[in-house]
């Protein structure tokens, strides 16, 4: 009980904030993926394919997490990280792909909707993994994992049950979006600051004003491409429908 008491005063708020919003705003192929996995099975039985298949999805998003925090420590890796992190937040910013979950088959039994479920989330939580990560690199290392797990626990039935919700929100209000990438971006400038290669070359840890700078750089850097990015295309894709 102590330990539990311990845990929830000293973690890191901010973190889990950024972790759930993370999970949200990059998780909602989560729930596509779901429904179209389980869309053929028995009425019965569709329940009983989104909690299994939820539950293999996040042990499996926790495996890889545990990984990439551990891996995140070795030299040039949190700068590689941050790159794709920052290409990660432009890719939110830009339009769908319409057909992108064209390639989910549905299942017609329990076990192989839950296998699908599973593997297309290996496929697809890339970005995911890498945000997280990069989140919980601002916890304290003994509770980075306890944060993750938290994090997703929260997160996951918002993703599962209210992803409707969440969709109306973000078409109603589109700034959630910019900022949901202007945050990875943040995260992605914080992530590249603090490589062990970047403190190397630093002569030592950044300052606190150093590494707030990298992190309004990198928001303001995936914010600008993804709108000049995204404005560059739109005239192409209303030429293509004509």
């Known amino acids: 009980m102590e330990a539990a008491i311990d845990f929830l005063t000293s973690m890191h708020w901010g973190a889990v904030l950024q972790i759930i919003i993370i999970d949200i705003l990059l998780g909602g192929d989560n729930a596509v993926v779901i429904a179209l996995a389980c869309r053929n099975l028995p009425r019965e039985q569709r329940m009983k394919g989104i909690l299994w298949g939820t539950a293999g999805a996040i042990v499996l998003r926790v495996v890889l997490i545990a990984f990439a925090v551990a891996l995140l420590q070795v030299p040039f890796l949190k700068l590689v990280g941050g ?3 920052l290409w990660i937040g432009v890719k939110l910013l830009l339009p769908e792909d319409a057909d992108e979950h064209g390639n989910v088959a549905s299942a017609t039994t329990l076990w192989s909707a839950v296998k699908t479920i599973v593997i297309a989330d290996f496929v697809m939580s890339l970005d995911n993994v890498i945000a997280i990560a990069g989140a919980a ?12 797990i938290f994090g997703l626990l929260v997160s996951i039935p918002l993703i599962v049950w209210g992803s409707t919700l969440v969709l109306k929100l973000i078409e109603r209000f589109p700034v959630v979006v910019t900022l949901g990438g202007a945050l990875l971006g943040w995260i992605a400038g914080g992530m590249m600051i603090t490589d062990p290669i970047t403190i190397r070359w630093l002569g030592g840890d950044p300052s606190d004003p150093l590494k707030y700078a990298a992190e309004i750089i990198g928001a303001l850097l ?18 293509d429908e004509r």
């Open 83 to 85: 790159v794709l992190l």
């Open 137 to 148: 690199q601002q916890a304290d290392p003994d509770h980075q994992m306890g944060l993750v």
């Open 222 to 239: 995936v914010v600008a491409l993804g709108k000049t990015i995204g404005a560059r295309r739109r005239p192409s894709a209303q030429a």
